[in-house]
């Protein structure tokens, strides 16, 4: 059956550099048939429950495809798959129970870690980055699509630190192409944009670039929050528990 990244092609998951190869997983030892070189096979048993149908094509369940991605990946991979995952209604509680009991295997350091920082308000494969980012370099957490009412209405925020009136916005094409014609969509940002700052909001706004210069990211992200904390404040940072 589809297994892996084929498995989450199948669900539609977003996937973020991954070969095309072609993965299956079962129950047995394949070595009674061979595979083309660009079939990866795995050998893993496969219950009743983790297996579905999609398009008519055997895969593992969602649940399954994500911790045998997850085992495969870094944690900004499996970061943005678990997100986007939970998004389509994973059930994150049965993956930390197979992550649990997979403790020792290669891997699966990356999908403990992905899980805890999971959060399935997350929208997009580059806000999922963004939070590993902060997350790796030491910045406390920022809330999560923080709704915040205006004159003109209510507006969410990709990622938001509310003490501080700091907004961190993702860029990406898919913001300002899709659904509706860009010039409405820039009209409706800019509207959006001058409801808040008048509210005394400060934005940041990060594109897929800006995630790859960690030095100067860390230092856009603390400027805008010690600012936005006034004199005298502490600096803002992560607590040693965080």
């Known amino acids: 059956m589809y297994s892996h990244i084929s498995g989450a ?22 070595s009674g048939f061979s595979h083309g070189r660009d079939v990866v096979a795995h050998t893993r048993r496969v219950t009743s429950r983790e297996m579905c149908f999609v398009d008519g094509l055997p895969c593992t369940s969602l ?39 997979l403790a020792g295997r290669n891997g699966v350091v990356a999908l403990r870690r992905a899980l805890e920082l999971a959060d399935p308000r997350s929208e997009s494969a580059g806000e999922s980055l963004t939070r590993e980012l902060l997350h790796r370099i030491g910045i ?63 934005f940041l706004r990060v594109e897929w670039r800006d995630l790859f210069n960690e030095v100067e990211f860390k230092y856009r992200v603390l400027r805008a929050l010690n600012r936005g904390a006034g004199a005298g404040s502490a600096p803002f940072r992560r607590s040693a528990a965080g």
């Open 9 to 30: 092609s199948l669900h539609e998951l977003q996937l973020w550099k991954v070969d095309d190869r072609v993965h299956l997983t079962q129950n047995g030892c394949p």
């Open 63 to 101: 649940e399954r495809t994500v911790v045998d991605c997850c085992l495969m990946f870094t944690v900004p991979q499996a970061l943005i798959l678990i997100d986007h995952a939970a998004r389509l209604g994973a059930d994150l509680g049965m993956i930390r129970a197979q992550c649990a009991a």
């Open 140 to 202: 406390a957490p920022p809330e999560v699509q923080y709704s915040v009412l205006t004159p003109l209405g209510e507006y969410r925020l990709d990622l938001a630190w509310p003490e501080r009136k700091v907004a961190l916005e993702f860029d990406g094409k898919s913001k300002y192409f899709a659904y509706r014609p860009t010039g409405e969509v820039l009209f409706a940002e800019r509207q959006r944009e001058k409801a808040l700052t008048e509210q005394g909001w400060t």
